[in-house]
């Protein structure tokens, strides 16, 4: 256990502080929430774990699992909109076809067109 990113009270971080995979029992990540059908339902971090990695710190918040609500469902509207936006993140700003895929931002168009125009990475 790292002592550094040891802070149940808070009094060094400002919220409660624990190392990374040392969170304890009723608290959960939004990833964690989401896996068990969860979602924070509007309550305040009540919790963070940090770590440090290679490129420098990490920081991931905790939530009640006591306050979180279920996630709602999908409506036929929310699909709809969904589907919109998938849809504009496949399209190529280069040859205005659909790719089938998600566009990388980072090359900004599609597989073809990247390497036409020399922006493949």
């Known amino acids: 256990m790292s002592a550094r990113f040891w802070d149940p009270d808070g009094a060094r971080y400002g919220i409660p502080t624990y190392p990374l995979r040392w969170a304890p029992q009723g608290l959960a990540t939004r990833r964690q929430l989401r896996a068990d059908g969860l979602r924070p339902a509007g309550q305040d971090v009540a919790a ?14 905790l939530y009640r699992v006591d306050l979180a609500r279920p996630v709602r469902p999908m409506t036929p509207g929310r699909w709809r909109a969904h589907e919109a936006m998938m849809r504009a993140r496949r399209l190529c700003p280069l040859c205005a076809r659909d790719a089938g895929y998600v566009i990388r931002t980072s090359v900004g168009a599609c597989e073809p067109c990247a390497k036409r125009f020399g922006l493949a990475a």
């Open 48 to 61: 963070q774990l940090m770590w440090r990695y290679p490129r420098g710190l990490a920081v991931a918040y």
